[in-house]
């Protein structure tokens, strides 16, 4: 089982940016590929960016494609996500998810293929 602890989050204006960050620990990093997700107040969870176990691969939503960046660094058991262009509209608890049932260098974007899931660091950006 693996453990994760986001964090970075925090208060920022319109066109900022914030990297968060999501700390593993209780198994090897490598073996599971990492997914963001976000969830606005009122709103169903939803998918953000994910990464292959290498980090060779990765995929975005539509919504933040050209403006986050999902990175890993194995050695370090921990997963990132650049946040740029920050819009109103990213306000949200954003969750790391891991899950080692994806096949190597894949990636997905479903909620139910993640079996563990940090508990959340909160983005707000003021317009």
């Known amino acids: 089982q693996v453990q994760l602890v986001e964090s970075g989050g925090g208060l920022v204006q319109a066109g900022g940016s914030l990297r968060l960050s999501c700390a593993a620990s209780?198994?090897?990093?490598?073996?599971?590929?990492m997914g963001w997700f976000r969830q606005a107040p009122g709103k169903e969870r939803e998918f953000v960016a994910a990464i292959s176990r290498d980090g060779l691969n990765t995929y975005y939503s539509d919504s933040v494609n050209g403006r986050f960046t999902i990175s890993r660094d194995n050695a370090k058991n921990t997963a990132y996500l650049q946040m740029s262009s920050l819009k109103p509209e990213d306000t949200a608890v954003y969750y790391c998810?891991?899950?080692?049932?994806?096949?190597?260098?894949?990636?997905?974007?479903?909620?139910?293929?993640?079996?563990?899931w940090g508990q959340g660091t909160r983005v707000t950006v003021s317009s």
């Open positions: 998810a891991a899950t080692p049932r994806i096949g190597y260098g894949g990636t997905d974007s479903r909620i139910r293929s993640y079996d563990y």
């Open positions: 209780g198994h090897t990093f490598s073996n599971y590929a």
